[in-house]
């Protein structure tokens, strides 16, 4: 049995995602170079489409957009009960020379960035990778770091931190109970 426990309502996490964005815009577009956002599947996904469209919005720059599935790059795949469900991904870019923000809604054991750094070499070299996550969870178990952050929160290796952009806004913690 679960119970879910809000974290950080809309009204917090909405204004952080706009200073995330900006950050972003100001730390690379201050070295004159292109950059893209590559949403991992599947709630890293929506994080960069609201990173890209804040920048649009608030820049006029439109940052080029990805999503990346990394369920077959994953080193836990053989320990999982059931096959990951493969999920699209799209690079409708050279990433070659790119600077490449990965991003991603939890940084948690940083296997899931692991597994992302060895699917996006597989399209090519970018120049840079840099990593934007809403929450960092801190301790990974892999000396992964987020560049951007939204917001740290430390809760029992136990509980999942589960965030959601659309019929209800937030961060909530998901504790299992026994």
Same mark, same amino acid.
């Given at each position: 049995m679960t119970s879910q426990k809000e =974290?950080?309502? *809309?009204? $917090?996490? =909405?204004p952080e995602i706009k200073r995330m964005a900006l950050d972003i815009h100001r730390r690379y577009s #201050? =070295?004159?170079? @292109?950059? *893209? !956002?590559?949403g991992i599947q599947q709630m890293g996904v929506p994080l960069a489409e609201k990173l890209k469209e804040i920048i649009e919005r608030e820049t006029g720059y439109s940052?080029?957009?990805?999503k990346l599935d990394i369920s077959m790059y994953r080193d836990d795949i053989s320990n999982r009960k059931r096959l990951p469900l493969i999920r699209e991904t799209d690079i409708p870019f050279d990433v070659n020379d790119k600077i490449l923000i990965l991003v991603d809604d939890v940084l948690s054991s940083g296997r899931t960035i692991r597994a992302a750094l060895d699917a996006i070499t597989d399209y090519g070299r970018? $120049?840079? %990778?840099?990593? #934007?996550?809403?929450? @960092?969870?801190?301790?990974?178990?892999?000396? %992964?770091?987020? @560049?951007?952050?939204? !917001?740290d929160i430390d809760i029992p290796a136990e509980n999942k931190i589960v965030v959601s952009f659309d019929n209800e806004p937030g961060i909530f913690c998901r504790e299992w109970n026994s």
């Open positions: =974290l950080v309502p *809309a009204e $917090k996490m =909405l #201050a =070295l004159e170079q @292109d950059y *893209a !956002f590559v940052p080029a957009l990805a970018p $120049k840079v %990778i840099r990593l #934007a996550v809403l929450v @960092d969870r801190g301790n990974p178990e892999f000396p %992964i770091h987020a @560049d951007v952050t939204g !917001f």
